[in-house]
Nanobody, 114 residues
Framework: QVQLVESGGGLVQPGGSLRLSCEAS????????MGWYRQAPGKGRELVAF???????NYADSVKGRFTISRDNAKNTVDLQMNKLKPEDTAVYYC????????WGQGTQVTVSS
């Protein structure tokens, strides 16, 4: 069974940084597009960033210039470096792997608050 396990969430002050990591198992990681999504309380799940198998990246307008997605195919991991965090970045962050099927992690909470 495919597993995506996120880590790195927590509480941070506005302007601070966090690095999320997602480790995948039981998939051919290198061929999957890997993404990070988030869901704030009372809102739908939205795309934050994704990185294709070829390394092409794409970001939501709200995080451009602040967040960076990267992948390590040797370790089956995808990371999301989040800088200059804002209260509106508060959400549960989910890792996603997409090829023919779509797989999701269990989510990790990020709270930006003073």
């Amino acid at each position: 069974q495919v597993q995506l396990v996120e880590s790195g969430g927590g509480l941070v002050q506005p302007g601070g940084s966090l690095r999320l990591s997602c480790e995948a198992s039981r998939i051919i990681f290198s061929i999957h597009t890997m993404g990070w999504y988030r869901q704030a309380p009372g809102k739908g799940r939205e795309l934050v960033a994704f990185i294709t198998s070829g390394g092409t990246t794409n970001y939501a307008d709200s995080v451009k210039g602040r967040f960076t997605i990267s992948r390590d195919n040797a370790k089956n991991t995808v990371d999301l470096q989040m800088n200059k965090l804002k209260p509106e970045d508060t959400a549960v962050y989910y890792c996603n792997a997409q090829y023919y099927n779509s797989y999701w992690g269990q989510g990790t909470q990020v709270t930006v608050s003073s």
